[in-house]
């Protein structure tokens, strides 16, 4: 019913930046809470940050000072400005939405996520 699309990953070197973004397509009443979640290897799935339709965000304090999330709830997107990256920042990143749907339903979705490297 809903489909999330990250976009912006790749290699970048430490201290470099990159901007993800994610595309929520389908039937789509509104987006409430929006967030960045992330899985390195050998490693469980975290919360990254997370955003709430009014713009209250919380993020995790490993990316504090360095990543900022954004939306544009006309477009229903998300995006995710990533700076003075880390080589601990390598992992996949997934885009993560709680959706009302035109039923009225509320349910949550995941994109296929985006691979980050952070290396020299």
């Known amino acids: 019913q809903v489909q999330l699309v990250e976009s912006g990953g790749g290699l970048v070197q430490p201290g470099g930046s990159l901007r993800l973004s994610c595309a929520a397509s389908g039937t789509i009443f509104r987006i409430n809470l929006m967030g960045w979640y992330r899985q390195a290897p050998g490693k469980e799935r975290e919360v990254v940050v997370s955003i709430t339709s009014a713009g209250s965000t919380n993020y995790a304090d490993s990316v504090k000072g360095r990543f900022t999330i954004s939306r544009d709830n006309a477009k229903n997107m998300v995006y995710l400005q990533m700076d003075s990256l880390k080589p601990e920042d390598t992992a996949v990143y997934y885009c993560?939405?709680?959706?009302?749907?035109?039923?009225?339903?509320?349910?949550?979705?995941w994109g296929k996520g985006t691979l980050v490297t952070v290396s020299s």
């Open positions: 993560n939405a709680d959706v009302i749907c035109d039923s009225g339903t509320y349910m949550n979705f």
